[in-house]
């Protein structure tokens, strides 16, 4: 009983492959020169916390302390590396796609997820009706994610676009065109320097038609719903959601390396 346990232990650790060894050891190499424990294996525990949806306390033996796990998780977040490391694998999916580096379009959705915590920051989405949270991502044509931002579900979708916009700028000064539906009709994009265009939707009719330009970013949040962290929101604070969904994405685009 104890070698079957053994094994089917092992059997649901997280593994990845030599090249995304390498780049997830490449970019977290500036912190493990401060750090007691390899942190690889903290990568992994966090991949394991995001596809298997459990609690922090219930990480397996062979990870590190769950403590250990989130103080690192919180230093890589306060200092920006999540997005970097997204970013990086945008450009090198594209460049293996033989697109542009720096893509010119964008699209961005909202999504409302439910919350499960009683003491977590929420609102409520009275169109939807969930009471909860709301996602905010920003995708390139091709559906990859490139930005994202959470707030509570009370907030409407123009106001949410503020921090992607503020961030747009910074991190992929190249865009140009920004695709979303009829909900963020009158978001101020002057200041970010984009075209804004709201793409009207199909509801109501008969037949299914893919909305053009907009139904990549609806694919990538069915993606990102495989995560099992994500089809709830577990987190007591925004920028920890935040920050699970950008893990989310970069455990995502790994699949192309």
């Known amino acids: 009983i104890l070698l079957y346990i053994d094994k089917l232990s092992d059997n649901m650790r997280i593994k990845f492959n030599k090249r995304q060894r390498r780049l997830i050891k490449s970019a977290l190499s500036p912190f493990q020169k401060r750090a007691k424990v390899d942190l690889y294996k903290v990568f992994t525990a966090l991949a394991y916390l995001i596809r298997t949806g459990c609690q922090w306390k219930m990480l397996p033996s062979y990870y590190p302390k769950p403590s250990t796990v989130y103080y690192h998780f919180r230093t890589w977040c306060e200092a920006g590396q999540p997005i970097r490391i997204l970013k990086h694998l945008v450009r090198e999916r594209r460049k293996s796609l033989g697109r542009t580096l720096y893509p010119t379009v964008a699209v961005v959705d909202s999504q409302s997820v439910r919350s499960a915590c009683a003491q977590s920051q929420k609102g409520i989405d009275g169109f939807k009706r969930i009471k909860g949270i709301k996602r905010q991502i920003l995708v390139d044509s091709n559906g990859y994610p490139m930005l994202a931002d959470v707030t509570t579900a009370n907030i409407h979708d123009s106001k949410g ?92 685009m790994l699949r192309y390396i």
């Open 161 to 252: 676009l503020r921090n992607i916009l503020s961030e747009l700028r910074l991190n992929y000064p190249s865009i140009a065109l920004i695709k979303a539906d009829l909900g963020y009709r009158g978001s101020e994009t002057a200041g970010a320097g984009v075209i804004f265009e709201s793409v009207k939707s199909n509801f109501g009719t008969s037949e299914f038609k893919p909305l053009s330009g907009r139904w990549v970013v609806e694919r990538t949040n069915s993606w990102l719903e495989n995560f099992r962290r994500l089809c709830r929101n577990y987190e007591r604070y925004l920028f920890t959601a935040r920050a699970m969904t950008y893990l989310a994405c970069i455990l995502f």
